[in-house]
């Protein structure tokens, strides 16, 4: 298993933050979402928190010939689990990959939440496990897919400012 975290304090207030998320797809940085749709979507009256569970389509740039060995499709897709507590000021999602989870397993969660001064604090973690049917080449497999996950992290921020640049107009 090989694990990934990162955080980056945003200059905005949570409530443009947390606002923007919801805009962030698609955006030209993140050219391989293809869509993103709400399955279910929960609001508790008396706690305020709004739960959302969404379906997210990627295309996987991932070499022709890996994909052909593994017998995979290009098209994946992820499901995201989302919470914001207005109270709390905290906006958690989580995903796992539906997708040739028999092969690799992402596990990610983001965290949005307060900072003092008018900042959010934005924290990411990921988790990647090989499966069985690669535990030959696990090692490989998982270090292959942290190293693109950690790309795409940076390549997700930088489209992220675009979006929140927007909202904030």
Known sequence: MKLFQSKHEFQYEWSLVSAANWQKYPNEHCPHVQHVDVLNRTLDPETGILTTERLITVDQNVPALIMKIMGCPTTQYVREISVIDP????????????????????RETIEYKEHPNDKT???????????????????????FSLKRFQQNAAVGREG??????VVMV
Do not use: P
């Open 87 to 106: 109270k709390k000021k905290t906006l958690t999602m989580s995903s796992e990959n539906l997708t040739m989870s028999n092969i690799l397993t992402v």
């Open 121 to 143: 604090l934005f924290t990411q973690q990921a988790a990647f496990s090989a499966g069985s049917m690669v535990s030959r080449w696990a090692n490989t497999v998982e270090d």
């Open 160 to 165: 992220f400012s675009k979006v929140r640049s």
